[in-house]
């Protein structure tokens, strides 16, 4: 009887809950009046367009295109999403303070819950990027050579099978990139190298669950997420204590070094001294806080840059004929280099492989991508049409990157020379004018 009184309590508030939220939202879009894109019809209610998104992506978004025009919404998973072509979407990737890459990522992967920490954790990420890393690459550029040379050493050549690919990749990349991040000295130490390959790929298949739950409502999917991550031992937990215990030594010699040197102190460069430099406090520093910053430089790099080789190697494998030209260009600038390592200006002049890279990203972009979530209450794009704060908006990055006008005659072949002599940065669109 208890039991039954429980569960009927339990159901009259979740109906109420969701009543009342839907009553909020409601009013909110009433109060609003926005010119809101068109809503693709659908056949299902709760289901909306969850299936046919997922089972043919492309032609579904094809053919919703050809339907709807440039900007059209669908009801995905429980929510409306906002899908955006060539015209509107640099709207979206210039307009910072109305579209969110960052919040969008949090919505799917709250990696801050995770972690433990508040959502403004990872906001100074990027600047600190910015500035320590882009803004100064060449100060990397040599190490990365001796570290990538050290890899390649020890994974490639006596016969060596390189299968899985990604695997091989986050393992040639695991190293130079634990240089950049924490020092050539620790990127020796092959435990901490391990962590730094697998972290990221041991950890996502451990939350690919099924957002059945955004059906009702997208925070309890979150919840789960959370819940399944916090009380199940994942191997995320391992590679991050194995992480910590290898830099806690590290920053301990440099803090105590930092207090005995003074001004004198010679500055070791990787991002986890602009770390220790940033938030240590009369030369203590919580290594927790300094771990998860560390944690989430892998994220953002080893997994992106190992998926992205992959991918070139399959072009390559795939289009042989352009290999010839490649190694042309290659040959030439190690037959000219009188130093053991290759200089930034170097390394630009490699422009046949700039460009083979350039069209390998082209080709295998996800059709839809770069999803962004609107901060400000609301958003008029150019072409009249408005979205409410809140709404996911998603880049038709495929059609885009297919498009005839913008890449071509011939956008449907992979051309490895597309961006020879041509200028194509490749930067966010918002630093492009
Ligand atoms: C081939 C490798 C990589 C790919 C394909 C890639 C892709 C991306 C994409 C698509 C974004 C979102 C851009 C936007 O907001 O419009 C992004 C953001 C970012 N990436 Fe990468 N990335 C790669 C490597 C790296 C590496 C090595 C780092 C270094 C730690 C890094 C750090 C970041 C940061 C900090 C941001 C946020 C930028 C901001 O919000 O201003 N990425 N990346």
Redesign the pocket.
């Known amino acids: 009887m208890g039991v039954m009184l429980n569960d009927t309590y339990v159901q009259l508030a979740f109906g109420s809950l969701i009543m009342l939220v839907s009553y909020v939202l409601l009013r909110r879009v009433k109060y609003l009046k926005l010119k809101e894109p068109p809503l693709v019809p659908y056949k299902y209610p709760i289901i909306g367009h969850t299936n046919d998104f997922y089972k043919d992506n492309k032609n579904f978004i094809k053919k919703c295109h050809a339907e709807y025009g440039e900007i059209f919404s669908l009801f995905v998973f429980g929510k409306v999403i906002t899908f955006v072509g060539k015209e509107l979407s640099c709207e979206i990737?210039k307009n910072h303070k109305d579209f969110s890459?960052?919040e969008a990522s949090r919505e799917n992967f709250p990696f801050e819950n995770f972690l433990n920490r508040p959502n403004e954790f990872t906001d100074t990420?990027?600047k600190m990027?910015?500035i320590n890393?882009s803004g100064q690459i060449k100060l990397y550029t040599e190490r990365v050579q001796r570290q990538l040379i050290k890899s390649i050493d020890e994974m490639i050549g006596n016969g060596k099978v390189l299968e899985p690919p990604l695997k091989f990749f986050q393992f040639i990349i695991a190293k130079p990139?634990a240089a950049t991040m924490v020092g050539e000295e620790l990127s020796d130490d092959k435990e901490l190298v391990n962590s730094f390959a697998n972290v990221t790929t041991d950890f996502i298949p451990f939350l690919s669950i099924s957002p059945v739950l955004n059906f009702i409502h997208p925070y309890l999917h979150q919840q789960v997420m959370i819940i399944v991550f916090k009380y199940l031992n994942n191997p995320f937990k391992m590679h991050r204590e194995l992480i910590k215990k290898k830099i806690t030594p590290v920053i301990e010699k440099r803090l105590r070094e930092m207090k005995e040197s003074g001004d004198n102190y010679v500055s070791p460069i990787d991002i986890l001294q602009r770390y220790t430099e940033l938030l240590h406090k009369d030369y203590t520093v919580d290594i927790d806080v300094v771990t998860d910053y560390m944690i989430i430089?892998i994220f953002?790099?080893v997994h992106?840059?190992s998926n992205?080789l992959t991918f070139c190697l399959h072009e390559l494998v795939n289009n042989p004929q352009f290999l010839k030209e490649i190694l042309e260009e290659q040959e030439q600038l190690y037959k000219s280099n009188e130093k053991s390592y290759y200089s930034t200006e170097q390394i630009a002049r490699m422009e046949k492989l700039d460009s083979f890279i350039k069209e390998t990203?082209r080709v295998n972009v996800n059709n839809v991508a770069?999803q962004h979530k609107t901060l400000s209450s609301y958003f008029t794009f150019s072409n009249g049409y408005q979205v409410p704060k809140g709404r996911l908006v998603n880049i038709c990055s495929g059609e885009i990157h297919s498009d005839k006008e913008l890449q071509g005659q011939y956008a449907d072949e992979f051309n490895a020379f597309r961006y020879l002599k041509k200028n194509s940065p490749a930067t966010?669109a918002d630093k492009v004018s």
């Open positions: 990737l890459f960052i990420f990027p990027v910015q890393l990139i430089s953002a790099s992106t840059t992205f990203l770069l966010r």
